[in-house]
């Protein structure tokens, strides 16, 4: 079998390898071979050159009296680009404060994928579905390693295993396996009551700031109806958000919200500035442990009670919470999820539940104040599927509310509240483009920027929930729109959180009519994990009259 050398444009000649090459082999086959050499992630676009010519067939290349040199797709191998930044700081401030600004400067002047350095710590991200898809991806290429690098570092726990884990681990494997039942569609349905009684329950209050005249922050009080849900939901905890107005954050909301900038804080600086034990890494770490203090509390508080075993299915549907599941739930072998990792896995299901539902519900709140037009359709939707204070919001119900749906997605495209997931290269290896990726590094998919990037979609700075009815969307790339990521990572809450919206929305804009409070420009804070308004406020006037329904108006024209 002849051997031919090959070597990667852009790298010296003499970096070349010897590779043999079997002569009844085709193109394609060459490629998948070459490929698989240098870990070039998309064979189909590798090319041939020698003496600045393309070959396009084996026998040309094998001939050939010189190194071939590779190209991927068209393009010689290269790093990503990125801003060449300062001593010591990098980057940092050509990111922050206006980091979602900021990064679509970068793309805008350096391409699909780019490089940056903050205080030491080098970052890769990309605004380009087909890179999200290949890095969101478990391969041999990309996985969830949550190594110094990668944004969720200080908040890593080995036993949290679903989010904060690694996947290549023992406790990650388990995790989920036990994990996903309790938060599949037909487990989440079980739970659309009590969600419908969370947010009833908060009527009081917003009724009580009404007839007071009073506006309110929209994302301090989002905050509160998301986390009494998931407080429900994961811990079986009434919060006692809703007692009052005035009604403070529980302890573990509170610190659980505080964990998350603390993150933040700390993952942006460089891993020097996380091994400080002071300040800001050391508070983190106090809280970390406080936290898990008042979940093993909640978890001996079910146990107590006595419980029954049941299967992973059967324990889904009948458990009273995520707590009671995952203390009842046993696998084929009769085995439970292991308590250090029962503690970790609770913790995270709650803290990332409510920080992210209550953002996009802050954001879809802003949206009836800001878009015109958008909270009257939404109402003439409810009306028009005579849905009305009464009604029992099941999933059978929310699947009839189109616009509604439509509204949802447009809000997680425009506004969506998870910015930066991120996975980490296994290997040296070359992404579409001809962009090299050293091992170990974190890639990742800026969220905001890809459903925010104009090479995707048409006019995207218009919110326009009818695009979802376009052919053109309809026949996007399929990581064009990822809100809650997408691969076997992505976020296994995600039914729960849009079922979650799918009751609240409804049971608020049948009840109430959202009204601005100021004009300012709205900000958010880019020292917090998700992307959330934190100065927006609004009235909610109790309504007193409904449009009639859109048929009853055609048949009077009529």
């Known amino acids: 079998m002849p051997a031919t050398q090959f070597y990667l444009l852009g790298e010296d000649v003499s970096s070349a390898r010897n590779i043999d090459i079997d002569p009844k082999s085709d193109l394609e086959d060459l490629k998948h071979l070459i490929a698989a050499h240098f870990a070039i992630v998309e064979p189909n676009g590798i090319g041939f050159h020698a003496q600045d010519n393309e070959l396009q067939d084996v026998s040309g290349i094998t001939s050939a009296d010189t190194p071939i040199a590779i190209t991927v797709d068209g393009h010689a191998v290269r790093e990503p680009p990125g801003p060449k930044g300062l001593p010591f ?20 002047q350096y391409g699909p994928i780019i490089k940056t350095t903050n205080l030491g710590r080098t970052i890769y991200s990309t605004n380009d579905p087909t890179l999200a898809a290949i890095v969101f991806s478990e391969s041999d290429f990309f996985t969830k390693e949550i190594n110094e690098s990668h944004p969720l570092y200080p908040l890593k726990q080995k036993e949290a295993g679903v989010f904060l884990g690694d996947t290549d681990t023992p406790e990650w494997k388990v995790a989920h396996k036990f994990l996903p039942p309790a938060l599949g569609p037909k487990a989440v349905r079980h739970y659309a009551p009590m969600m419908q009684k969370t947010v009833e329950d908060s009527f009081k209050v917003f009724d009580a700031l009404d007839e007071q005249g009073e506006a309110w922050n929209v994302y301090q009080y989002m905050l509160k109806l998301g986390s009494q849900a998931v407080g429900k939901l994961t811990l079986g905890l009434d919060f006692q958000h809703f007692t009052s107005p005035d009604s403070k954050l529980h302890e573990m909301v509170h610190l659980i919200a505080e964990l998350l900038s603390l993150n933040k804080k700390v993952s942006s600086k460089g891993d020097w500035y996380g091994r400080l034990p002071f300040g800001d890494p050391q508070r983190l770490r106090t809280i970390k442990a406080r936290i898990e203090e008042l979940v093993t509390v909640s978890i001996k508080e079910a146990e107590s009670g006595g419980v029954e ?6 324990a889904a549907l ?27 896995a609770l913790l995270v299901a709650t803290g990332a539940g409510f920080t992210t539902t209550s953002s996009l519900l802050s954001w879809l709140i802003y949206g009836f104040v800001t878009y015109p037009g ?26 009839k509310l189109s616009f509604l749906d439509k509204y ?66 309809k026949n996007r790339h399929k990581a064009a729109y990822i809100p809650f990521a997408t691969g076997p990572r992505m976020c296994i809450g995600f039914n729960f959180a849009l079922q979650e919206i799918k009751v609240f929305i409804p049971k608020l804009v049948y009840r109430y009519k959202f009204i601005r409070d100021g004009d300012g420009t709205i900000e958010y804070d880019p020292m917090f994990q998700l992307i959330r308004p934190n100065n927006l406020y609004v009235r909610a006037e109790k309504r007193v009259k409904w449009p009639p329904r859109t048929d009853a108006l055609k048949g009077e024209n009529f």
Do not use: C
Not at 309 to 314: E, F, G, K
Not at 319 to 342: C, F, H, Q, W
Not at 377 to 382: D, F, P, S, T, V
């Open 89 to 108: 700081v990098g980057n940092f401030f050509e990111i922050y404060p206006d980091h979602l600004g900021n990064h679509q400067r970068l793309f805008e």
């Open 309 to 314: 075993d049941l299967p992973l299915q059967d």
């Open 318 to 344: 009948k458990a009273a919470n995520m707590v009671d599941y995952a203390i009842r739930a046993t696998d084929n072998k009769g085995e439970k999820l292991p308590k250090e990792s029962l503690i970790w």
């Open 374 to 399: 958008m909270q009257d359709r939404i109402l003439q939707e409810l009306i028009d599927n005579d849905i009305d204070e009464n009604t029992e919001i099941t999933a059978d119900v929310t699947e």
């Open 408 to 473: 949802i997605k447009e809000m997680q495209r425009r506004h969506n509240p998870s910015f930066q997931p991120a996975r980490t290269a296994r290997v040296d290896l070359v992404l579409p483009g001809g962009y090299r990726i050293p091992k170990d590094s974190v890639v990742l998919p800026a969220l905001h920027h890809i459903h925010n990037n104009p090479d995707l979609w048409d006019n995207p700075h218009k919110f326009n929930p009818d695009r979802w009815d376009t052919d053109e969307v």
